[in-house]
């Protein structure tokens, strides 16, 4: 076997992904890590024969995956060929861990079954303390209803007037493709599934399994600890210890309730949502100077010391931002509609080069329309010859400013979430 003197691994420096559009390696490092981690996820999604995202390499065009690698104890993003890729690829790393042989040294774990059977039991006799417990099952087959397969879930609850509801046990050593295999099929079933961590430790280096796990959960990191049975026992229903993502770490647990975790669409429970929110947030921190500002702007003086074109071209990106709002408010002139702002500025040469941003930029909000009107006309009709692209700082501000529309990552990573505001979503 080869394995003596490894040669450096090539790594993939660039890929294409679905919707999103080409990915460099670096690309990849500098995102957020619920941003490649949901891009991650929804590959590994597609990958399983689920509805999810395809990324292909630059190079070769072979299917790339996003694996993670740590470097001076952080988990650092990058692309890997599938196995079965083509050698030749300048970019080719090598054979990857064929998931088969992985499965079979995940088996080898027997101390770590036993506890899982023990854990099991557990959940099981604590769910059927609830008045509403109908029948429960452990690790029996479940017959699908949606798809060709069935499941063993690890338990699987029936509640009156609360339904169905299945609970897996989320080990150290479980695939990401497991996970998202698992994950997929209760969402089409329609059940409720809930990830029990097990073996984590929040005070430590979490394991790229469980992150992976976490963020499903919208950052909540449930744990059957035996506060949580005790709870359980006193509140005759399933009680979790829930720690909830912070920064880089958790804050202290709560207890809740599993009838009042909020079920989204994903069917992934959650007690708080610490991945939207705090990103939600974040974007309205940046634009808050910048709004503030143009309330009072006199539509002359450099705006943040930024040139006219330019300081207009926001003034004009906020009001169609406002508008896509339904608070329609004109930052960049005197007109009464931003149509008229518009038209005026083309028509005078004001937004020659910036007809491209500016079509990107109502095309992806609630304001689309416009495009079919006269705005789209002037538009195509105004276009200079020089345009600012995405690298041009135009466009990297305003993609700062306004991710929703601007920024094809976090729109994916919105509209995955169900959280794409409404006035970022084309009619
Ligand atoms: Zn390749």
Redesign the pocket.
Known sequence: MAGVGRKPQRI?EAAVVDGIGPVTAHDLVAMPEDSWGLLRDRITDHRQGNEGLVAR??????S?YIRTARRRGVSLPLFA?YSG??PS????HGRNTVPDDARAAQYQGRQESDFHRLMCEQVAALVALDPRHVRHTVAEYLPPTETAHGRFPDVYVEWEGFGAFAVEFQMSSTFQTEISARCKHYEREGVPLLWILFGIDTKAQVQQSFIDVIRRHRGNAFVLDPLAVEASKEQRTLVLNCYLRSGDGFDPPKLVRFDELTIPRSKLPYHEDRIVTPLLAEIERRRRPWFSDLAKWDHSAPLHGLERPQSLLVAAAFSIVAAANGKERNYASGHPNIRAMLNTYLHAGTFGGYTDLLTRLIGNTAMAGLLKAKVGEHLHRHRSEAQADERSQEWSMLRHLLPEALDPVVREELRYLDALPAWASPE
Do not use: F, K, R
Not at 57 to 62: K, R, T, V
Not at 89 to 92: H, S
């Open positions: 993939v390499c630059l190079a070769c065009d072979g790339v060929h890729s083509d690829c300048p970019w080719y």
